[in-house]
């Protein structure tokens, strides 16, 4: 395992974490280490606290507004058909989104979860991240949350 994975936050505030997008208000917009979904992203929040019921008003409406905003962003540059939200941290014990592009040539697993895909599509080599594969979605991504957030963050 890449040792950037072990500290996802503390890497991306040294610079060394990869699948970052950009920062936004409440923490750091990352691309997904899967792509079986193209443009999965995860929206891991800073500074860390273990749930949303953790933070105050304010900062509640920051981290679920930036998540939102990672979704309009997918739903711009990947076309899905919609975007599902999950916040769950039942194995990492700190705030993050997963933001979920739905596409109709899933078919039938469409209706499911995303959990429910089988689980060789989160370690699958051809699914996993790579700037070389990746890098353009990354890019397109990061350069609409950036209009994004200049048009909300007001």
């Not at 700190?94 to 370690?123: D, Q, T």
């Not at 051809?126 to 949350?145: I, M, N, P, T, V």
């Amino acid at each position: 395992m890449d040792a950037w994975k072990k500290d996802r936050i503390g890497a991306a505030l040294k610079g060394e974490n990869p699948t970052v997008i950009c920062r936004m208000k409440s923490g750091f917009a990352v691309i997904g280490d899967t792509q079986f979904l193209p443009g999965y992203c995860v929206l891991l929040g800073y500074p860390e606290v273990n749930s949303l019921n953790d933070l105050d008003v304010e900062k509640r409406k920051d981290f679920l507004l930036d998540m939102s905003l990672l979704g309009d962003a997918i739903m711009e540059v990947c076309k899905p058909l919609k975007v599902n939200y999950e916040i769950l941290g039942n194995t990492d014990a700190y705030l993050h989104a997963h933001v979920f592009p739905r596409y109709e040539w899933e078919g039938e697993r469409r209706k499911y979860p995303v959990w429910l895909y089988p689980k060789e599509n989160w370690s699958i080599a051809e699914y996993q991240f790579s700037d070389e594969k990746h890098g353009a979605l990354k890019k397109q991504l990061s350069l609409k949350l950036q209009q994004l957030m200049q048009i909300y963050y007001r």
